[in-house]
């Protein structure tokens, strides 16, 4: 899983490879499935942000709350930050999220 997760990362900050979010959300999944905490919590964000992926508010606190469950503090910050807000998260730029489904460029 480890070499799974560096992939997603290699992709994310363009190490070695060109950047692609989209291909690094790929990694980020498959790692995620295979139980590794940190890559479910990178692809919360991710979902939550339409960094590279449609905005899928509901899919990031899927992932943040299976990372959370095995101790990830920042996926539960996240996922509790997102449940106390009246309105899906603002990115990281403080915009307004893209629309449910629309990927940001």
Do not use: Y
């Amino acid at each position: 899983v480890w070499a799974i997760v560096n992939m997603g990362w290699f992709q994310f900050n363009g190490r070695a490879v060109p950047v692609s979010k989209a291909e690094a959300a790929k990694w980020f999944a498959l790692a995620g499935h295979a139980g590794d905490a940190g890559a479910q919590a990178q692809l919360g964000l991710m979902l939550a942000h339409g960094d590279g992926v449609p905005v899928n508010l509901a899919e990031a606190e899927r992932w943040w709350e299976l990372a959370a469950a095995q101790g990830h503090r920042d996926a539960a910050r996240h996922r509790d930050e997102f449940r106390r807000r009246p309105n899906p998260l603002p990115d990281s730029l403080g915009q307004p999220p893209a629309p449910q489904g629309a990927p940001r460029p």
